[in-house]
């Protein structure tokens, strides 16, 4: 199998501090188990909130054009993140159309036609998952993956902010992985970065030992104020998922936000007496 599991994350985490760096918040991925060899090895996720601007980076061996192959549209390609800012797992696909998870495609040469469009990119909710992974040469279940190498099962943080394979499970399930969306609800565009708009940002993979696969490393910055406040989760898979990491982050809202968000609870308390 050429693809893998790309990115997972647990329903409610605690965000791990010793992950935090220059304001970034890393989720680091073991450097050897995924599965095709560099090409396919996911390195690091991070997120970074400056006012209501979010920041989303990427370290690994699959470029945001993918890896030419013969596959479903000529390569495999990363598939899209979710943002998980519910109280639920995300092991049955009814559970991604919930309005409180949301999906970002950024990487257009993915096999996720949204609505019909394979060119648009964009911050969706609402949304219905997709699994292409075994027309991209990919692992049919993730049991498959697993079960491919013993290296695939990794314990102790191996896959960034998840820590072990029953975590794993219990939040994405054991069986068909869903890395595309094909439909959803556009909530906003966003804006994709390249290596030295992150780095002038002070992205710092390398700080925990998670250096891009040639020099592989891309982002993109969403508009905060279309998702919800606090703690929420992101996962992605490679089309074919053969590796994975796991992110755990709060979105934190502006100040004036808090204080409009006071001022309306305040008026419910005077409207009640």
Not at 234 to 254: M, R, T
Request: net charge negative.
């Amino acid at each position: 199998m050429l693809c893998g599991l790309a990115t997972l994350a647990l329903a409610v985490p605690e965000v791990n501090a010793g992950q935090i760096w220059n304001g970034w918040n890393y989720a680091i991925d073991a450097p050897t188990d995924g599965s095709g060899g560099s090409a396919f090895e996911e390195r690091g996720l991070a997120f970074l909130q400056r006012g209501q601007t979010g920041y989303f980076a990427i370290s690994g061996g699959v470029p945001q054009a993918g890896v030419p192959y013969s596959a479903r549209n000529g390569n495999v390609s990363l598939g899209d993140l979710f943002l998980n800012f519910s109280s639920h797992n995300l092991d049955t696909p009814g559970e991604f159309n919930d309005p409180q998870v949301f999906a970002i495609r950024f990487a257009s040469a993915n096999d996720s036609w949204v609505n019909g469009d394979s060119s648009q990119t964009g911050l969706f909710r609402s949304v219905t998952p997709m699994s292409y992974t075994t027309a991209n040469s990919g692992y049919a279940k993730l049991q498959d993956y697993y079960g491919a190498s013993p290296a695939h099962r990794p314990v102790g943080g191996a896959m960034g902010d998840l820590n072990t394979t029953s975590d794993v499970i219990s939040y994405l399930g054991n069986g068909v992985m869903y890395p595309n969306i094909t439909r959803g609800s556009l909530v906003s565009g966003i804006s994709v970065l390249d290596r030295d708009a992150l780095d002038d940002l002070d992205l710092d993979f390398a700080h925990f030992g998670a250096d891009p696969v040639g020099n592989r490393v891309f982002g993109f910055s969403v508009d905060l104020s279309r998702l919800p406040a606090g703690k929420f989760t992101a996962h992605f898979f490679e089309e074919c998922i053969n590796d994975g990491i796991a992110l755990s982050a709060s979105h934190v809202p502006e100040p004036g936000t808090l204080a409009l968000l006071g001022l309306a609870l305040a008026c419910v308390v005077t409207r009640r007496r």
